[in-house]
């Protein structure tokens, strides 16, 4: 996922090559999940994000405002799951693509960093002993303060469910089911029209949060990904043609800033109120949200530009493995120092540097080991 400076034309457009903007956009993700869990693991802001308020409206106004979007944790995993939908279209639609061997480099390639990340997760509850107690805000209160063998092992599985040692281990459950669903989703949309296939996976995810189903709600944005790579050939032609056009491209643009507001509508119309309409509504808004920003980095020349700008390229390229190992690191931080401000930063950077070295260390050579898998593994 290194850096590649990438001049835009229509042939560039069209081709079903990997979009190495939607890589700069992983690592943009990754850092609002890393700065939404450090806002969790600081006192103050646990309790205001939790109890949707507090007497300080200065505070409440950051968090309640588009300025949430830098620490909407949630729907930056919406962005991560559309992403990697479009991501595993764009590979069926190589000329190396088996299925069977497909899928063997995808579990190499999702399990045994994973398995590295809960090692390392273990290890920061060995050296830092999480205290009893509570008093820590709502999001520390709520963490294990031990992690077994046993914890280990459910969560190495993942498919059954994990526990919280790691806890944004959650979403490899559903990368993990989509892997294996893949031709199904392949299926849906070349059957599909894509408009017809995007609305289906837009109700279909609002009816799994309207009956609180994790399954229904995400594994829809999956689809969304993979409508968007299957039709690429036809609608980034469209829109690098229009975006030449000054009156399309301020369009374009300000339909992107739009997403960007949207994409909390789901936490301000809870924050604002209770009501069940008010709250699914915004739940859609979000879903389309995001689905508008990784179309934008998909297609937009000046977006995708920006986002393998060098310094945003890096970003992408630890993605995965600043989102598996940060968790740990805040909350040792956090409990040993009590929430302290300036513990939290320096775990950051700690984070950041760990990262860097599972990248090269941990997770490069795994990606070189999933492609040899691929490419000695047969057609059963």
């Known amino acids: 996922m290194g850096y590649t400076p990438l001049v835009l034309t229509e042939r560039v457009a069209s081709r079903s090559s990997r979009v190495t903007g939607l890589d700069?956009?992983?690592?943009?993700?990754?850092?609002?999940v890393v700065v939404h869990h450090v806002a969790l693991a600081h006192f103050t802001w646990s309790e205001i994000y939790y109890n949707r308020g507090s007497e300080r409206p200065k505070l409440d106004a950051i968090v309640s405002t588009p300025l949430h979007l830098a620490w909407a944790g949630t729907e930056a995993v919406y962005v991560f799951f559309i992403i990697s939908g479009y991501a595993l279209a764009l590979a069926v639609r190589s000329a190396s693509y088996r299925p069977n061997s497909f899928l063997a480099s995808r579990i190499?390639?999702?399990?045994?960093?994973?398995?590295?990340?809960?090692?390392?997760?273990?290890?920061?509850?060995?050296?830092?002993?999480?205290?009893?107690?509570?008093?820590?805000?709502?999001?520390?209160?709520?963490?294990?303060?031990?992690?077994?063998?046993?914890?280990?092992?459910?969560d190495s599985v993942l498919v059954t469910g994990v526990t919280r040692g790691n806890s944004p281990l959650w979403s490899l459950v559903y990368e993990v089911l989509f892997s294996l669903l893949l031709p199904l989703y392949i299926l849906v949309a070349r059957r599909m029209r894509a408009t017809l296939a995007l609305v289906f996976a837009a109700l279909l995810s609002t009816?799994?949060?309207?009956?609180?189903?994790?399954?229904?709600?995400?594994?829809?944005?999956?689809?969304?990904?993979?409508?968007?790579?299957?039709?690429?050939?036809?609608?980034?032609?469209?829109?690098?043609?229009?975006v030449k056009m000054v009156r399309w491209r301020w369009g374009f643009y300000a339909l992107l800033s739009l997403a960007l507001v949207g994409a909390v509508a789901q936490w301000y119309f809870t924050w604002t109120g209770s009501e069940s309409l008010?709250?699914?509504?915004?739940?859609?808004?979000?879903?389309?949200?995001?689905?508008?920003?990784?179309?934008?980095?998909?297609?937009?020349?000046?977006?995708?530009?920006?986002?393998?700008?060098?310094?945003?390229?890096?970003?992408?390229?630890?993605?995965?493995?600043?989102?598996l190992v940060h968790e740990p690191i805040i909350k040792a931080a956090a409990f040993t120092f009590q929430g302290s401000e300036i513990a939290l930063v320096v775990a950051v950077l700690i984070a950041f540097a760990v990262a860097t070295l599972f990248y090269r260390h941990i997770e490069k050579p795994i990606h070189r080991l999933s492609q040899r898998v691929k490419a000695h593994s047969g057609d059963l």
């Open 24 to 32: 700069g956009l992983r690592g943009l993700a990754a850092v609002v």
């Open 108 to 154: 190499v390639r999702l399990y045994l960093p994973t398995i590295a990340s809960i090692i390392l997760a273990w290890t920061t509850f060995k050296l830092f002993p999480r205290p009893e107690g509570d008093g820590y805000g709502f999001w520390l209160d709520g963490s294990p303060r031990v992690y077994d063998f046993a914890s280990m092992l459910r």
């Open 207 to 242: 009816l799994g949060f309207v009956y609180q189903t994790p399954a229904f709600i995400y594994m829809p944005m999956f689809l969304v990904g993979v409508v968007l790579a299957e039709s690429s050939g036809r609608w980034r032609p469209w829109v690098f043609e229009k």
């Open 278 to 323: 008010k709250m699914v509504l915004g739940f859609f808004l979000s879903f389309v949200s995001c689905s508008a920003i990784v179309a934008a980095a998909a297609g937009l020349p000046l977006i995708e530009r920006f986002l393998t700008w060098k310094p945003i390229a890096w970003l992408g390229s630890i993605s995965f493995s600043l989102y």
